[in-house]
């Protein structure tokens, strides 16, 4: 699949964020300000949505609101607000016989490739929507809410409620395949011929990079919980004979074979502390010649709009320690421990490839 160069999705993101500027700088701050806050009843409405599972229905033909709750077994006339709202943000689309259609957003909420549902069922469900509400606690002590807010941290709860934990796990496979072909697209991963996925979860990332490079071997590695699915996964991309899957603690140990190791969301869920700890444990492991790679977000400076910062304050709430970092903070971060930060590669999808080397 081809995807646009990052110099076109800058530039149109850069003329976009102009004209955003400039259509505010019309009206006065307040009534700007009150805009924004509209969105405060469009999530909740995006929410049910998705929990209702309403374009699946609508994938089939359109309807109207009355169909749609026959379907779902709901109030109609609550569905008509709701449906209302969600089209004339273009989530959905109203036509003039009064049925109700989908649009390229609201294909977003089919469970199929691409899909953002589970997403947005677990960013906008009843524990994330609580928990930030609980956000100035955060804020006051430099302490997660979510500790405060449930009484232990996110991974312990996640494990004491198995189906908010397997919301969360269809959530990050949900944002994994948003980035797989940006990912694919912005690195040769052609060169290295074993590969370590360290805390690769389910083995998603690996599988399509072994899939799409034929002369590679990998590595995955997770805690066993993590690594239950896993098999499957690589079954059915066909590259299981190519895989050695091996759970552990990567805080103390992690195996030794690699030439490129991957961290993949996983130093923005820790602190500084923690992080140097994880990187200790890699770098003890790493080949002389061989790369780190860290896929994350980078938060870029200034007054620029950026996803990450935005993102930043999930982790603040969510997890002790966990943050998105900058530039120069991956920099400090990394030679602390041992690595010097040989380039930062975007992709047109808000993460960024991270890449470093060992000093030897």
């Known amino acids: 699949m081809s995807l646009p160069p990052v110099w076109l999705i800058t530039a149109i993101n850069t003329f976009r964020s102009f004209l955003i500027k400039f259509n505010r700088k019309l009206f006065p701050g307040n009534v700007v300000l009150y805009e924004q806050f509209q969105y405060f009843w469009l999530l909740p409405s995006l ?7 309403i374009a699946t229905h609508l994938e089939k033909k359109p309807l109207t609101a009355r169909e749609i709750a026959d379907c779902v077994k709901a109030n109609p006339e609550n ?6 709202a969600l ?10 016989n009064g049925r109700f259609t989908l649009t390229s957003m609201s294909r977003g909420l089919l469970d199929q490739p691409g899909s953002l549902r589970h997403m947005i069922l677990h960013h906008l469900g009843p524990v994330n929507w609580n928990l930030m509400s609980n956000l100035e606690f955060s804020v006051r002590t430099g302490n997660d809410a979510f500790s405060d807010k449930y009484g232990k941290e996110t991974y312990e709860f996640l494990k004491d409620h198995p189906e908010e934990h397997a919301l969360f796990d269809k959530s990050m496979s949900n944002l994994s395949n948003l980035g797989l072909l940006p990912i694919l697209h912005a690195y040769d991963f052609s060169k290295y011929f074993m590969i370590n996925d360290i805390g690769g979860g389910e083995g998603f990332l690996l599988a399509n990079i072994l899939q799409a490079n ?16 896993a098999p499957d996964i690589m079954a059915d991309y066909h590259v299981t ?5 091996v759970s552990g603690d990567f805080f103390h140990t992690i195996p030794s ?17 923690q992080c140097g700890a994880l990187l200790n444990t ?3 492991a790493i080949k002389s010649n061989g790369i780190l790679l860290i896929i994350e977000m980078v938060i ?7 996803l990450a910062k935005l993102l930043d304050i999930q982790m603040m709430a969510t997890m002790q320690g966990g943050k998105e970092r900058t530039r120069e903070e991956y920099r400090s971060l990394l030679q602390k421990s041992g690595f010097q930060l040989t380039r930062i590669i975007p992709t047109i999808a808000p993460i960024s490839l991270i890449e470093a080397r060992k000093i030897v």
């Open 241 to 245: 004979e190519r895989v050695t899957i």
């Open 47 to 53: 929410y049910v949505a998705a929990k209702l599972d």
């Open 300 to 306: 870029p400076s200034g007054n620029e709009s950026s």
């Open 79 to 84: 569905v008509m607000r709701i449906m209302r």
């Open 257 to 273: 074979t690699g030439d490129l190791y991957l961290l993949k969301n996983i130093i923005h869920n820790w602190g500084d502390e």
């Open 214 to 229: 034929p002369g590679c071997k990998g590595t995955l590695f997770d805690t066993p919980g993590a690594l239950q699915k």
């Open 282 to 284: 890699i770098y003890q």
């Open 87 to 96: 089209s004339s943000q273009g989530i959905f689309k109203q036509t003039r």
